[in-house]
């Protein structure tokens, strides 16, 4: 699409989230499914499912500037899908040839959660410009709190393990 005004960029920045958030309900998927960590599974298994209400929230956001929801690729979700699988298709670091290292899933977490909450931030910034009602902006709101938490609490999985790690060696 040609982004020429403020409001195309948004509707730009409003499909790649969307794209962004339904390649991340696979990715949690298995990485809920390959975690070894009850915690870190448990984690994931549930921001699983908030995203896809996340996805829903934007099908929301899209009727409520008269459009069809659309997905714009992502390179870089594309990229942390990628380097997963090359992960788990190279033998480095994992004894049985399928999860990846824990650390290595917690890492493309924390990354897709950054992402996904600059992408709202921006969105939220677009729409402050451009004073789009509620409809719009709540949703996406809501969507960024939940980011923020999902951050917050992989941060604090990371924490704790490598506190673990450093007391186990
Ligand atoms: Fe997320």
Redesign the pocket.
Known sequence: MNVETLEDLFGYQLQHAYYV?RT?VEL?DEMAADARNDDLAERFAT?RD??ER?AERLEDVFAAMGRQPRASRSRAVDGFAASRRNRIESSDGNEDGQAPPMHVDLGIGLA??RL??RTYEGLLRLAGRLAYADDVVEPLEA?LA??RE??QRLEDVETETSIVDSLEH
């Open positions: 958030e991340h949690l921001h908030e995203t996340q897709a959660e996904e909450i969507t939940e980011e999902t951050r």
